[in-house]
């Protein structure tokens, strides 16, 4: 299971999108949730594609291990995490032949959260304001070269003629929930009262690959020249590939806060009951 930032997903999209399409019909999302002393939440939901889901699974040690064996790989993926405290619950499941990958982490300060992979990181920039009002900013980078339009093989761009089918029901979000009403938001697709997300669909992918192979063959016919059809695309992806960065009002979350306050110790509570932090350690280290 790899959960795919927006940086690292354009990359795969320049050179062929193996990795995503193996998933097909992927559903994945990340809400982060943050009060005005920068604690809070983040809830991550992952429901793999059947075909996907059946190379995990095949991997069990036996058939009668397929959930053990589903639910331990997801400790794999929490153990990628820092700055989470207590992760609780957690399921990891195998439903109508499809995995699903659920949990809900707490933390203390999201300044401190971090994802951390072998070429990307996600990070987070909290900055309060005198006004009661806040700033958030969803690092999501990654380490490799940004791709070129013309770094595309012919092979590979025949690779995804053939492979725009698969990214039906593909749908990944990431949503920020701050504590008042939204009032800017950079790299958003979409926002509404306190919440703002970036939302990408197999619809989206399919409009990104063809215009990817209409720059392509354009370049090829002499129609534009390579640097003004890479500053095109990227201008009309950019969305797709900048940091999500809300600015939001001053708000009144002081019921909701105290809620959050007790939820936390309980999610304390029980991870402590689960061994949960000894399962993500050994998963860290297998």
Not at 25 to 45: F, M, N, Q, W
Not at 73 to 101: H, M
Not at 111 to 130: G, M
Not at 207 to 226: E, F, G, H, V
Request: hydrophobic share 35%; aromatic share 8%.
């Amino acid at each position: 299971m790899k959960i795919l930032s927006r940086t690292r997903l354009l990359a795969l999209l320049a050179v062929g999108c193996s990795l995503l399409c193996m998933a097909g019909c992927l559903e994945e999302k990340e809400t982060v949730t943050v009060y005005p002393s920068g604690a809070g939440t983040i809830h991550v939901y992952q429901k793999l594609g059947e075909q996907l889901s059946g190379m995990i699974t095949g991997f069990a040690p036996s058939p009668d291990k397929k959930a053990e064996f589903v639910e331990s790989q997801f400790y794999k993926e929490l153990a990628k995490w820092q700055g989470v405290t207590a992760w609780s619950p957690v399921r990891g499941v195998i439903e109508n032949g499809r995995v699903v990958y659920e949990a809900t982490g707490y933390f203390d300060n999201i300044a401190e959260v971090k994802k951390t992979e072998a070429d990307s990181l996600q990070s987070f920039v909290w900055t309060p304001s005198p006004d009661g009002g806040s700033k958030l900013v969803w690092n999501g980078g990654q380490t490799q070269k940004e791709q070129r339009l013309e770094d595309v093989t012919d092979e590979q761009q025949q690779q995804v003629d053939q492979i725009i089918e698969m990214f039906k029901g593909l749908r990944i979000e990431r949503v920020a929930v701050l504590p008042g009403a939204v009032q800017t938001c950079s790299g958003c697709t979409e926002h509404k009262d306190r919440v703002a997300s970036f939302i990408i669909t197999g619809d989206d992918v399919t409009k990104l690959l063809q215009m990817q192979k209409d720059y392509r063959t354009r370049i090829t016919a002499k129609q534009i020249t390579s640097e003004k059809a890479n500053a095109e695309f990227n201008e009309k992806t950019k969305v797709f590939k900048s940091d999500l960065q809300v600015t939001a009002a001053p708000g009144t979350v002081t019921g909701e806060f105290a809620q959050f306050k007790k939820d936390y110790e309980k999610a304390k509570t029980d991870s402590t009951a689960a061994g949960t932090a000894n399962k993500i350690h050994q998963a860290a280290g297998q």
